[in-house]
């Protein structure tokens, strides 16, 4: 079972462009901004940027509920999938067997949901329910609109093919030049059958432009991080005390005194003195016994806090891996774009350096033309003096003849001035798309950079918690 279609925002056209039309047309002169170009520019923004530095423009689509998976054409603008509420991890469709499995190691559980791609869909392991919905999270290209920090890559990238379709049309179309036809004389005049020299015009013929492809590596996944905090202790020793037996010294000054009785006096303090050795021992076992359940309940809680701090550290590992992870795709971002550039800068001088050419071989045809002409009049003007002599009617049609070579000589050295005007056209278009290319791309570094090093910042700051 499939939810839906595509993704809405793959079929319906952005409506707030209004502004980066109008810069578009500023730049380039063109009376309407092609909405085409404006379109493929913000997919290919989107593709160049990893996908957690474009959150303003994620979307979510709609539900799977019932074990179906989601349409997706679109696959490099996906962000993340989950399944209610557990971010799933992509696997290759190979292991899908396995992650619906339950007798499987591989098996996906509900708290580590899996997702494959098959046939243009989104699969999820386990699938689906009432209680588990699934969705996709992907970027949407509509939102790099005139209100994005990203409008002018736009721009820029939308006024390079805006330039580049600029000079492929300045080049002149010579199939409206009509040769005269020589005229039919008669038998009695002057034969004249020479043909009008004709004008072969240079071909233009660029190259196909590169196809240009944006493979990257999958964006890395942040982990997930929690709080450390020391585990519970057992029960803290405490020390009580032993009980001390009464002491009676209530009548010993009696004793002392009135009675003058020593040896009660002897066995009093005799039997008082017992009591408090008594007590003496048991303190000492009480402490005894204090101070070893004491030493255990120490060595617990320096075992408690070695556990939290190397559990801290853990964290730590997990925040610098993903830092290194992320600063390796960017560099693999960096590497694909990089080579993609070069292709394109390596066929635009190709061009550059073809449409010169084509603007010298047509001075060069032109040039041709005019000497063959020149020979060419000079022959028909004898013609035309000889058939006067013996025929006013052919005298007649070659003059109409000669006019007619003559207008046709005109538009080929009128044409000919215009191809050389539009071939400089053609380079100063095809040299402006290049450096608005550039400057797009330019835009777009430099939102990744600024953008990475606040991530790079809250990393730190992150990792700076957990040490605490």
Aim: net charge negative.
């Amino acid at each position: 079972m499939v939810w839906g279609g595509s993704i809405p925002p793959y079929t319906t056209k952005n409506m707030a462009l209004t502004d980066i039309s109008n810069h578009i047309q500023g730049i380039t002169g063109v009376g309407t901004a092609n909405t085409d170009f404006i379109e493929s520019a913000q997919r290919f923004v989107v593709s160049k940027i990893p996908k957690e530095l474009l959150l303003f423009a994620q979307k979510a689509s709609s539900p799977s509920t019932d074990g179906s998976a989601i349409s997706f054409s679109v696959n490099d603008s996906i962000a993340d999938v989950h399944r209610n509420g557990y971010s799933c991890r992509e696997i290759p469709m190979s292991e899908s067997i396995w992650a619906l499995d339950s007798t499987s190691l591989k098996y996906a559980t509900a708290k580590h949901p899996v997702f494959y791609h098959k046939q243009g869909l989104v699969h999820f392991a386990p699938v689906t329910d009432g209680s588990n919905a699934g969705y996709v999270f992907y970027v949407d290209y509509s939102k790099i609109d005139e209100d994005s920090d990203l409008r002018n890559a736009v721009v820029y990238h939308s006024a390079s093919s805006e330039f580049e379709k600029l000079a492929s049309s300045k080049v002149v179309d010579w199939t409206d030049l009509v040769v005269p036809v020589v005229p039919t004389l008669s038998s009695n005049s002057v034969s004249f059958s020479q043909s009008a020299p004709t004008y072969a015009s240079p071909v233009l013929s660029l190259t196909t432009f590169p196809t240009i492809t944006w493979s990257f590596p999958s964006v890395p996944v942040a982990p997930s991080t929690s709080a450390q905090t020391v585990a519970a202790f057992g029960n803290v020793p405490t020390f009580t005390p032993p009980v001390m037996g009464a002491l009676d010294f209530s009548d010993t000054e009696d004793l002392i005194t009135n009675e003058e009785d020593s040896e009660m006096l002897a066995a009093r303090v005799s039997e008082i003195q017992a009591k408090i050795g008594e007590f003496s021992a048991k303190l000492g076992e009480t402490q005894a016994k204090f101070n070893k359940e004491n030493s255990v309940f120490q060595a617990d809680v320096q075992e408690k806090i070695q556990e939290a701090q190397l559990s801290d550290a853990e964290e730590t590992r997990k925040l610098q891996k993903y830092q290194s992870e992320l600063q390796s795709y960017q560099g693999e971002v960096n590497k694909v774009v990089s080579g993609n550039q070069a292709e394109i800068s390596e066929w635009q001088t190709r061009s550059a350096t073809d449409i010169q050419k084509y603007g010298t071989d047509i001075q060069n045809a032109l040039n041709k033309f005019n000497e063959e002409n020149a020979e060419y009049q000079a022959q028909l003007q004898i013609s035309i003096q000889d058939a006067q002599l013996s025929s006013q009617d052919d005298a007649q049609l070659l003059q109409d003849y000669s006019s007619k070579v003559n207008t046709y000589a005109s538009e080929v050295n009128e044409m000919a001035s215009k191809s050389g005007s539009a071939t400089q056209n053609a380079t100063y278009y095809s040299a402006e798309a290049k450096k608005y290319y550039e400057w797009a791309n330019m835009e777009i570094s430099s939102y990744i950079q600024n953008n990475s090093k606040m991530i790079n910042r809250t990393i730190a700051a992150q990792a700076a918690q957990q040490r605490r």
